[in-house]
């Protein structure tokens, strides 16, 4: 069973393969400038920072349903250890492993593939256990920053938090941009809030990443038009779980990463966010959201800050 | 052998304990205000975009001298996984085993501890391996933004790189600052480069280490004097390594993280910075350096980036 | 609240502090003789091999109760590399993160400690973060080789599996030995079946851990007076569980590890055994089960084999 | 360049595929039959244990030439932790990360692939990072339990360690075998010794890899006319290295994991065995080298014991 149609039909619109250059592996942070960052720096007016990362951790987000995608497990291997002697100063060092895209994270363009490519046309055979990705690994990114935008949809729909069911369409982003009063621009990094990371934070894990609400595959098409340079949301699995179209599982990922080349950041704390834009009565502030550069990777865990 | 009354004295001196009362965590990353942030925001005049961290990977800087503090182990847990059946969209996905200290990192003000003490006179004893560190860990800094300023000693001397044997005095950070037409304030995320990351970059990991330029013990007074939130340099020790005083191992650490509480940064490549300042005849910019919140750790790994 | 009389009483008759010598690490190992090899090897008459270990994989046993203790995460390095050019012979390899105490394991001396010491009565401050178990870390362990006798006490007393709140007696293992006409003899590695490793695989991980049954108080006693060289069973937590005495937990442990110097094993699937050994109607064999040498580990993950 | 005739005409000779059926996934592991255990047993006639795995530990015998294969990363998750409140019974764990062919190991027969083919003339492709290896497994090994013999080449030849440039011919075998007065049978575990392992232990972990004796080319046959189920040196790449026709690398791998289904293991300690086996004039024993379960891993540490 081949991808649907529909799929294929919205892929063509939104694809950007060979728009920045067949060498390309950054996709639309192409689109951020420095002019961009300069308007982007411009709506730090009040020096207020919001932190938009869950923290690390072993009761993490992760349930064990995907395989291999383990929460942060801490361990020491040095406690106040004197290295040099006795009577000296004494230091403390840790090790953690944890899966890349298990917690707060930027998904790479590689993180997804389709029908045997990545972005940019390239095979998806350059993704290998040797080396992890030959093209578009979060390495290649050198940094996110731009003009953050909150597309704080729950708020604009007067609800704490949509319902599992909810698929985000692009009628609810206009309907949340006009509730921020805000215009989405080309580089524009978009939060979309949704407020289901309030069931993780209050204790129900599984709950949170099934049913879950999320972007709808009509949505891509919204953000390529708009030029949005990446965007993120307070999800696991960032697009509606179970998908909308049956057996047609992920192609939000598909169409953001792989046609488009889009960045896509996952379980993204928004909560505080919300009340600092809503107090401010302003929906854009600069965003920083630097990826770790772990080379060839197809994830990285990001640690954002809004500064308003 | 008790640590030397020339330590003791410069402690006594640079002591923040109390500060911020007794239930601050964070030290001297209190004098980062609001305020202090607009003034760092109105530095980043051009919108240029200079990354600082070197690539996480398994032929990182650490070269097996310091125990269990690993270089990144990337492996794949998936590879064009189509975790939902054939046909579908498929997914990548890796994880990673590494020392939070072992690459670009932060130390968290618990890294270090002297006479059975952490920052704010707690007890060492708090750090434990269920756990980690019970206090200052690095998860309990929400955020890492403000003015950066680049005290470029290296370029302030007209060389490439600083000797081995060059310990960094108040009086070179002076002559660095005056190189700059820069004045360091309170709040101020003072970046030190000594130039010595090019060695590791031209694959010498070990001659990187070791021996060292870096701080000297007599900075500290200078970081407190000009009340600095935090300091990072291009070296993998920070101060300089063997170190000035005989049997005194890391007495720069005792003195930013146990007495004065002020974050240090390791490892930080600050090549590509030096030039961006040198052709925009400015040293001062917006400093986003965010610590990935991993829960109880006594370091992160980080990926700044400084916007001139 | 410092540990129970009743505990303190049994601990001092099952001491074994000294016993070999001040500097001996291994304690009731000790009692293996090349002479009870010669008669552990005799037992192996039909060359019938049974494995007893659980498998090595993401959804073991662990359920997340016990900080830290996770169980195997494998992932891939290199899925047929060809590193030495194209048309060449191909290799993988994997790497694996797991507690050394997750699965099928032997626990270190060194496991536990009580009143701040650990087996032959050194400081429990000689584990440490930097290096681990200064002495009788499971390193020091160099083989365990020796006569195994199966005490099946479900079998014993006809049930698939004993129920949770069942505390294992002497008494009970006095049954089980007759029931498998067999003579516990100085040196003998003795594994007790429970049948409780069914609930494990049968899918219910929690439903394994709590409640379980497994071994009494009482029992060091009865391993000190058989002067056996080792114990294992086939449960999570070895004896039972919650503990018989309010507020004592893990009693057992204390007076195995710490007061006799007597390896524990757990998670041991011995189903697959107690058929073995009713059909050929032997409950004793040639046992063995190698600790893999973890430099300064309190624990080890084991794949024993018995050999009728 | 496809593989050489000189390869595709031993690996023709050697093959063993649909020997064993076509369901199989152990090789010649199948030849060790109850009646070949029970002539082990025989073997074992003093009781004498001799342990033949180096210490597993972060200054392993890997140098970081095969990328990704780690030696072994031990931390600590509790120290001494009194989980269940003050003044109760404290335990200690550790977890662990390394490559499961970073130290004395068995390599499973998935671990070597050519021509696109595993053992058994399955697809390479059945290996994937989602899962590890299809078939062929090291969890696929229930037990290895045999006859060993020591074939003490070096001793053999009266010298300490054979030459880095000595490819171990079947002639060096037959002469090994008449040295140690031992006829090879079928189902035997063949220990090959070349002393080589001697300079890792003396401290030079680069100069135990590389140049390195081994087994020449020529030795599969000898393997397969023999029936061995499976073979152990100690070094670091089991067959001579560099190898001994120009761009045909690890040949010696394709033939006996892949052509035959023969289990190798590498890095196995034969120091004190060559001593053991000397003293007691017998080069026979029973052997005990248990892979440890590791779900679709393609190797596996391995603790392997000889009784004498």
């Known amino acids: ?8 039909d919205i892929a063509e619109r939104v694809n950007n393969w060979g728009r920045w250059g067949e060498a390309d ?18 709506e730090a007016r009040s020096g207020r920072r919001v932190p938009l990362a869950l923290a690390l951790k072993a009761d993490g987000v992760q349930s064990g349903l995907i395989p291999g995608r383990v929460n942060p497990l801490h361990a020491m291997v040095q406690i106040n250890q004197q290295l040099f002697g006795p009577d000296t100063v004494a230091t403390s060092d840790d090790v953690v492993t944890l899966g890349l895209q298990s917690a707060t994270h930027w998904d790479a363009l590689t993180h997804a593939s389709h029908s045997g490519r990545i972005y940019n046309g390239r095979s998806a055979g350059t993704i290998t256990a040797h080396g992890g990705a030959g093209f578009s690994g979060i390495d290649k990114i050198p940094y996110v920053v731009s003009r953050g935008v909150l597309l704080d949809v729950a708020a604009a729909k007067g609800v704490d938090r949509l319902p599992g069911d909810h698929a985000i369409t692009p009628e609810d982003l206009d309907e949340a941009a006009e509730f ?29 990443g099934y049913p879950s609400p999320g972007l709808s595959v009509r949505t891509p098409q919204w953000f390529h038009a708009h030029d949005v340079a990446a965007v993120a949301n307070d999800t696991l699995t960032f697009e509606i779980f179970p998908p909308e179209i049956e057996n047609l599982w992920l192609p939000v990922h598909a169409l953001d990463l792989v046609e488009m080349g889009m960045l896509q950041g996952q379980n993204w704390n928004l909560e505080s966010l919300s009340t600092a834009c809503g107090e401010a009565g302003r929906y854009a502030f600069l965003l920083a959201a630097m990826p770790e550069p ?7 865990p990001v640690a954002p800050v809004a500064v308003l």
Chains 1, 2, 3, 4 share one sequence.
Do not use: K, S, W
């Open 294 to 300: 772990f080379e060839g990777a197809t994830g990285t």
């Open 25 to 42: 592996e950054i996709g639309t942070l192409n689109l951020v400038t420095d002019e961009v960052v300069r308007e982007a720096v411009a």
């Open 180 to 208: 921020g009063r805000v215009t989405v621009r080309a580089g524009d990094i978009v939060l979309v809030r949704t407020g289901q990371v309030q069931v993780y934070l209050a204790g129900d894990r599984h709950g949170y």
């Open 1 to 8: 069973m081949p991808l649907p149609a529909e799929f294929l």
